[in-house]
């Protein structure tokens, strides 16, 4: 500092006047874009009509000169009381996005604005102070603000200086890169870490206060320039004469803080709930770069449908490979199978020549004496098995016949009455007439046995249960035994009369044998073919009438009784 005959002042003013050249805005307000005023050395005087933008631009001087807790101009809020820069007051975040209006909705407050809506924005105030040897100062204050930035320190800011002329639009550069120190600098300003030493770096270059006095100039001017109307002197001596106390300023200090609390408590929770929307974003990212790996590797092998795929070559080089494996498996098992195979016949062959060792030592020891003796025994078992079934034939006919054969005599005393009748020429004829005669009894006694029991029941239905009377017997109809026919033998030796037997055939009706020495007896009985000594006579039992037999006489060439008296009684 230099001690002059006006007090002290900064030793960097060299005793000289700053003059303010131009101010360039951008993205300031309703001033959309990059925009500069230029200023006359002597004077210069801002007119227009209401919304022209009067105010916006010495709301940028301030926003660009003075500190965070200095309103902006009190035409441009409209006279609402709040916080100086707080929600309800212009702020820094309304000037950037370029604010028109507001409007109620059922979400809430919707803010129409010129840029910044659901992106992101930045806006900057410049200043070059012009000295009367021909240097430049330049003061610089830019914002980054975010989309999602709803208080001031949401969003990134700028403040530096250079002692240079400056275009303001070359920020635009860095703004791309969210405005950082390296940007800045890169841009060819000297970033400043605090507003207090922006503020006291521009005070002590412009020369604005003495001996550290500043910030008090600059808030007297802030209140000279605010435009406010003052009716009264106690309004003049509070607003531009007095200063404001202490306390109040540390009550404003404290209000801050705790408005910086809430801010940040505020920063805190959304934080908070930014994580938590957040958090599964890697994973999800992940799987985003999985499922595009994945898909890019299908798009690259392509489809098994496309012959000329990597797909189709993989499948059938792994078809290939499988059909390898199972050819090499069945080698194996094939390979297993062979040794197997000629271990089994190695011991087929081992046990073959011991049979063989085994059947010439049998041979030495007598042993095709006893393949004779086994041979003999299976032919004789052949001859007996055959001789037991002609046997079993034999009984057959002879219990169709009703004869028995006790002894060997009787057989061939029965072999000999079959030779005589079959040398007899009538003797079948006489078999088929008697067979067909036996069949038409049978048909006649069936036919009085249905007759008789339809006759029993009709009087059993028409008697009372009630009646006192003894019911009257029928007369008994004597069921006839059925006669059975005579058994076709089996044609074992059709040449041979070697058995008697009673052959059936169908009745001829046409012509009759003549009566020869065997005469027939016919009836609706029954009928009996009696073969017994000669000048015998047959029984007339009951018994004896009601089956048909061939029985064996005692004699050779014995023939049947002829008297009347053999024959069966009829019967209806």
């Known amino acids: 500092m230099l001690d002059t005959l006006f007090g002290l002042i900064p030793a960097a003013s060299r005793g000289q006047q700053w003059l303010a050249e131009d101010l360039q805005l951008v993205n300031w307000g309703?001033?959309?874009?990059?925009?500069?005023v230029r200023f006359s050395p002597e004077a210069t005087l801002l007119c227009g009509g209401s919304g022209s933008g009067k105010s916006t631009l010495m709301d940028a001087y301030i926003a660009l000169m003075m500190p965070h807790t200095t309103p902006f101009n009190g035409a441009s809020n409209g006279g609402v009381t709040g916080r100086p820069r707080g929600d309800e007051q212009?702020?820094?975040?309304?000037?950037?996005?370029?604010?028109?209006?507001?409007?109620?909705?059922?979400?809430?407050?919707?803010?129409?604005?010129?840029?910044?809506?659901g992106e992101d924005t930045w806006t900057a105030v410049a200043m070059t102070w012009l000295d009367h040897d021909g240097s430049r100062f330049t003061a610089v204050r830019a914002w980054y603000i975010p989309a999602g930035a709803r208080v001031l320190e949401d969003t990134v800011r700028v403040r530096a200086t250079t002692d240079r002329a400056f275009d303001l639009s070359s920020l635009e550069q860095a703004a791309a890169l969210r405005l950082s120190d390296l940007a800045v600098k890169n841009a060819g300003l000297d970033p400043v870490g605090t507003d207090r030493e922006f503020s006291a770096r521009l005070h002590a270059v412009l020369g604005i206060g003495a001996a550290g006095a500043g910030a008090k100039a600059m808030s007297l001017l802030a209140r000279i320039q605010a435009g406010q109307q003052i009716t009264t002197v106690d309004d003049l001596y509070k607003r531009l004469v007095l200063e404001e106390p202490e306390t109040m300023t540390t009550a404003d200090a404290v209000v801050a803080h705790f408005d910086g609390l809430e801010s940040t408590r505020t920063r805190m929770l959304t934080a908070r709930q930014q994580v938590g929307a957040l958090e599964p974003i890697r994973e999800l990212r992940g799987k985003i770069a999985a499922a595009a790996e994945r898909v890019q590797?299908?798009?690259?092998?392509?489809?098994?449908?496309?012959?000329?795929?990597?797909?189709?070559?993989?499948?059938?080089?792994?078809?290939?490979?499988?059909?390898?494996e199972v050819e090499t498996e069945l080698r194996d098992r094939k390979n297993a199978a062979d040794i197997t195979l000629r271990e089994k016949r190695a011991l087929a062959d081992a046990a073959e020549a011991e049979r063989d060792g085994l059947v010439d030592v049998l041979r030495l020891s007598g042993g095709d004496r006893l393949e004779t003796a086994q041979r003999e025994l299976r032919e004789v078992e052949r001859r007996l098995t055959a001789v037991q079934r002609n046997r079993d034939v034999l009984d057959g006919d002879l219990r169709a016949l009703d004869v028995e054969i006790a002894s060997r005599d009787e057989f061939t005393e029965l072999v000999g009455r079959a030779r005589a009748e079959l040398a007899d020429a009538d003797a079948k004829a006489r078999a088929r007439s008697a067979f067909a005669d036996a069949a038409s009894a049978e048909k006649g006694i069936a036919r009085t046995a249905t007759c008789a029991r339809s006759t029993?029941?009709?009087?059993?239905?028409?008697?009372?249960?009630?009646?006192?009377?003894?019911?009257?017997?029928?007369?008994?109809?004597?069921?006839?035994?059925?006669?059975p026919a005579a058994r076709s033998p089996t044609p074992r030796r059709p040449r041979r009369a070697s058995r008697a037997r009673c052959r059936s055939s169908r009745p001829r009706p046409a012509a009759r044998p003549p009566a020869t020495a065997t005469s027939r007896v016919r009836s609706r009985s029954p009928v009996s073919c009696w073969r017994g000594p000669r000048g015998s006579t047959p029984t007339t039992s009951r018994s004896s009438a009601s089956s048909s037999r061939c029985a064996p006489s005692s004699s050779r060439g014995a023939r049947p009784s002829t008297s009347p008296s053999a024959a069966s009684p009829r019967r209806c």
């Open 30 to 36: 309703g001033y959309d874009g990059a925009h500069r």
């Open 90 to 117: 212009r702020n820094i975040l309304s000037y950037g996005r370029g604010k028109l209006d507001e409007s109620r909705t059922e979400d809430g407050t919707k803010m129409r604005v010129l840029r910044g809506d």
């Open 297 to 324: 590797l299908i798009d690259e092998v392509g489809g098994f449908s496309d012959p000329a795929s990597v797909a189709t070559l993989w499948r059938a080089d792994r078809r290939l490979g499988l059909l390898r």
């Open 456 to 483: 029993s029941r009709s009087r059993r239905a028409t008697s009372s249960p009630s009646s006192s009377a003894a019911p009257v017997p029928s007369s008994p109809t004597p069921t006839p035994r059925r006669a």
